[in-house]
Each structure stands twice: as C-alpha cells, then as structure tokens.
C-alpha cells in the first residue's frame, strides 16, 4: 500500500473582516520589553481544522451556512462537545486553508466511508473480545 503523504494545513486569517479579534497575547512565550507574541482565539484554531473536516478550503458569505451544517452533522455523529455556532463561522467569512474542497456529494461519500470503517471496526472488534451472545448479535448485522 502507498504511503500517504501528510500535507501541511496552511491558513490565511487576513480577509477577514474583524481579523484583529482573533488573535490574543500568547503570553507563554512572549518576552517583556520584546514585541507581544500573538496566538488565534481557540474558535479560530477549531474553524481552521474544521476545513478539512468539513471538506471546505475557506468560509464565505456563499457558504458559511453550509459549513456550520457539516459541522454539525460531525459533531452530532461524533458525540462532540465542540459547539462552533453560525455566529462564529459567519464572523470567520474570508478564512482559507488549504484543505481539500468537497462538493456535498463528495462529503457525504467520504462521511458514509468514515461510519462504514467506524462499523467494520467496531464489529471486528466485538467479535475477537465479545461473549456468544454478542458475536451471534454481531454475525447476523
């Protein structure tokens, strides 16, 4: 099997509208008398990330409705605690990455391989460590 490649996430903060709210002191490493060191607001971080899982390079005024869709419907299958709300995403209009773009069909594909391999896993797994009964329930899914 070829080995994949890991990619770098880049990003760009610099079209955004109230960019100057995303970043905070990073206080751990700056040094006093020097320039502040700055850091993104943890919202930001998570949008960022979230490109790659949402299948969206960037957030705009055309998509940001979809975006927080995508993310929501992870974070509900996933059990998440994350809570990025529309208020959050549509304040991050003008963010890009460069994640993968994905056309909703595209996304929903990859989601739908994702729950499969999740449930392959999950079945395999009973089966080596589970009791009769489990393995039975197991063998007729």
Not at 9 to 30: A, F, Q, R, T, Y
Not at 47 to 58: H, M, N, P, S, W
Not at 111 to 136: C, I, W
Request: proline content about 2%.
């Amino acid at each position: 099997m070829a080995e994949q490649q890991q990619t770098k996430l880049d990003w760009d903060i610099s079209n955004i509208k109230d960019k100057g709210k995303l970043l905070v002191v990073d206080e751990e490493n700056s040094v006093e008398g020097e320039e502040p060191k700055y850091t993104l607001v943890p919202v930001t971080q998570e949008l960022i990330f979230a490109t790659t899982q949402v299948g969206l390079d960037e957030i705009t005024r055309a998509n940001f409705v979809a975006f927080w869709l995508r993310t929501r419907a992870l974070d509900a299958w996933m059990g998440s605690p994350r809570v990025i709300s529309l208020t959050d995403i549509e304040a991050h209009i003008g963010l890009k990455t460069n994640a993968e773009k994905l056309t909703q069909a595209k996304w929903f594909g990859s989601v739908k391989k994702l729950v499969a391999d999740q449930y392959k896993t999950l079945k395999e797994n009973a089966v080596k460590s589970g009791s009769n009964d489990e393995v039975e329930v197991i063998a007729a899914t």
